[in-house]
């Protein structure tokens, strides 16, 4: 994560614009009275994802998953109703999306651009913020054997008319 900015609460009460629009270009900033640190000012989309990721690390007993662990099942992915019944559950939460997707992204069983379109993001933003933010991204297999799943995941969707020409 980038180093966090220090200012004083005299700065943000008299540049607000400027620290929410330095926040939004995804600079962290802290505001101190006194030297004590106040409060901090972050991007609302790192806020969200930020808390995604500590629900996340909540429920599981071992830290993130790595590109080369493993996936302990074939990926399940995700779909709006999924998603709709979780925030339902929740009581109409909107965090509660952030937190399934993520989740479901760090578990392996959604790539990228599919958690990046279910949180309203291009893929390319996505992949910025989690850089940002440390979250480890996913890019193809880490294996032949995940290499070989993905195959076979593919050709269990695809009808056999369009696996004969590709």
């Known amino acids: 994560m980038q180093s966090m900015t220090t200012i004083s609460k005299t700065e943000l009460a008299r540049q607000t614009r400027k620290v929410v629009a330095r926040a939004r270009r995804g600079h962290a900033l802290i505001v101190e009275s006194y030297g004590e640190e106040q409060v901090a000012v972050v991007d609302a989309v790192d806020y969200r994802i930020l808390r995604a ?3 996340y690390q909540g429920r599981q007993p071992k830290s993130f998953p790595t590109p080369g662990d493993k996936v302990a099942s074939q990926p399940q992915g995700l779909s709006e109703a999924d998603i709709e019944q979780a925030v339902a559950q929740s009581g109409g ?27 309203g993001l291009s893929r390319f933003e996505l992949a910025e913020r989690f850089n940002r933010l440390d979250v480890p991204i996913h890019i193809g297999p880490a294996s032949v054997e995940e290499a070989r799943l993905e195959a076979e995941t593919l050709r269990a969707w695809l009808p056999s008319k369009e696996m004969a020409t590709a």
């Open 53 to 55: 990721i500590a629900a």
């Open 93 to 119: 939460e909107a965090q509660a999306r952030w937190n399934l997707v993520v989740a479901t992204y760090l578990d392996g069983h959604i790539s990228l651009g599919r958690a990046a379109t279910l949180l």
